[in-house]
């Protein structure tokens, strides 16, 4: 194949995305592609942060164990944590199990990464489970408390049998712990 019509099938590649791309959203050179494109482009990283029934109450519910900050205020310290990086959120919260399971459906192929605190769906549902399951990136599961230190029907997280990491007990900063921990499978 002459060297012009190869670097044009690349290019039409690129342009229809079918090159080899992987798991945390950035795009490498073909092997065999011609050597002008040897360069790995960077692409925008896409995390979507769910968080589960009542945590839309964070700052008024149970602030002694879930602390007095608002669930806005933990979006804006992922916000910041981000500043300088190539990375977009996708913040979305629900109180409902179908919402989130229809949520993380639309993350399949479409974001990279997944942070998510299921709250009391972790302790059950199988249904956000194999929504998990389906989705291609990588996956932190997030607790704001320590649920092993506190009621015994706590203990058991169905949900993350699906993550990749779980982190537990440290506040939101366990948001961007997990964050800090997706973003480091990309560099
Ligand atoms: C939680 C712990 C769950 O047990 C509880 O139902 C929540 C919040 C946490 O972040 O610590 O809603 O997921």
């Known amino acids: 194949m002459g060297k012009l019509l190869k670097d044009f099938l690349y290019i039409l590649e690129y342009v229809h995305g079918s090159i080899t791309e992987n798991k945390v959203g950035y ?5 065999g592609a011609p050597e002008k494109f040897t360069y790995v482009r960077r692409f925008i990283m896409k995390i979507a942060v769910i968080n589960g029934p009542n945590l839309n109450l964070l700052g008024r519910r149970e ?5 007095s900050g608002t669930l806005e205020e933990l979006q804006k310290m992922l916000i910041e944590a981000s500043e300088g990086k190539n990375v977009e959120f996708k913040f979305f919260q629900s109180n409902s199990e179908g919402e989130i399971v229809d949520f993380i459906h639309q993350c399949i192929g479409s974001v990279d990464g997944i942070i998510i605190n299921p709250g009391a769906y972790s302790h059950y549902s199988i249904a956000i ?3 998990l399951r389906a989705f291609d990136g990588k996956i932190v599961e997030v607790h704001i408390s320590n649920v092993f230190k506190r009621e015994e029907i706590r203990h058991s ?5 699906a993550a990749d990491a779980v982190i537990a007990g440290m506040g939101f900063e366990g948001y961007v ?5 997706l973003l480091s499978l990309s560099e």
Do not use: N, Q, V, W
């Not at 795009?27 to 092997?31: D, E, M, V, W």
């Open 27 to 31: 795009k490498s050179r073909l092997s």
């Open 63 to 67: 602030p002694e164990i879930y602390g």
């Open 129 to 131: 489970l194999d929504a």
């Open 157 to 161: 997280l169905i949900t993350a049998r």
């Open 177 to 181: 712990f997990a964050f800090f921990y």
